[in-house]
């Protein structure tokens, strides 16, 4: 079964080190200041040649409150007064974007996210997709896969009535925990009966699909409290669980310096929260999918991971990953073709370069022939726990086990742990390394060495 897991603590302490999440390789460290606008316009150009359909990710950066834990790229303001301003910059970059692209590229993919996307009013909402459906080929028959993150505190009926009509149909809820001690410690106070009522809308507005969003290690958390959030959240019956590993870097992220280091839980206890968050939600029938997200058998994930066809980009798992990435806003990725290229991350530089009608690229990476190979062997592992060598050495013409003769040895203690089955031709990630699949990724990251690890979380 795919969403077998063996939890072995042993293993577990041995292999829990920092490393990146591997929503795409090479990682955004590795981005660099020699790609510019006109690489991506180079990338689009090809794109348009190719007819490639489209996968879009438009960033809102806006948040009336600060949550202490986010590392997201965002503006706290109460002033929804700015959100036009970088509504009108966003609509020229959509049109710089556009015109270098063909109408008959189809967008199978949209997904807003921030920042808090619902921070930008009804008509201002009305507009941005308005000017989206003018520019891009977006579908109009429910059969994209059209999603928003939401804040249960910035939503209501109407709000979701209005985003269902604008043709979103699937949700993503950040609850993180139900415990309002944990809540005052963060500063995000959500009842819920809040998040129950934004569910509820998603289920009678007939969204395709709801994911909540969890997070374990946060201050004030403890294993019995976090299995209570869990118990209710599990009530709600999301099609998608996602259960994250708070990541504390107080020295990259400003606001993480409000949160006391003794009321972190320790080691142990985030351990025991995963564990049984892992045992609670197999008991209620979901799957695990990989890299903290569960799924119930029914989702679009679950049953792409049974047919070999799940992929990962940005968006993390996704059944988009062959379509080009456009991202749009401040501090947004896209992947087109071989090319990763990222917008500024300063909100002022950002819509200083659109008044002066340019795009604001700022840094990327176009992939080599080493980054498509290694690429493509993370990609399969994180995705379906397996690798059949002869289809990598098909791909690119090399022969595996010489190509990456320097990790044999690893390979081999991780085969004598039995967290993979190594043979001649495969690798198979058993069930006590499917918790632990981020540190075999990271042995294929050729980059990572020359890397300060303590910038990534730990595995687990």
Known sequence: MLDNIRW?????????????????????VQFNHKVASFDLLHALRDSRKACRPLSLYVHVPFCANICYYCACNKVITKDRGRALPYLERLEREIELIACHLAPKQRVEQLHFGGGTPTFLSHDELRRLMGHLRKHFHLLDDDSGDYGIEIDPREADWPTMGLLRELGFNRVSLGVQDLDPAVQRAVNRLQSLDETRAIVEAARTLQYRSLNLDLIYGLPKQNPDGFARTLDEVIALQPDRLSVFNYAHLPERFMPQRRIRNEDLPSPGQKLEMLQRSSEQLA???????????FALPHDELAIAQEDGRLQRNFQGYTTHGHCDLIGLGVSAISQVGDLYCQNTAQINDYQNALDAGLLATERGLLCDQDDRVRRAVIQQLI????????????????????????????????????????????????????LLVRALCMLFDAYLPAQNQQRFSRVI
Not at 8 to 28: K, Q, V
Not at 283 to 293: L, N, Q, S
């Open 383 to 434: 995705c379906e726990f397996e690798l059949d060598f002869d289809s990598i050495e098909g791909r690119f013409n090399i022969e595996f086990r010489g190509y990456f003769a320097d990790i044999w040895p690893q390979l081999q203690q991780m085969h004598a742990d039995r967290l993979i089955d190594l043979s001649e031709n495969r690798i198979d990630v058993l069930p006590a390394g499917r």
């Open 283 to 293: 008991a209620a029938g979901y799957r695990y999918i990989g890299m903290d997200h």
């Open 8 to 28: 072995d603590t042993d293993l577990i302490r041995r292999y829990d080190t920092p490393g990146p999440r591997y929503t795409s390789y090479p990682t955004a």
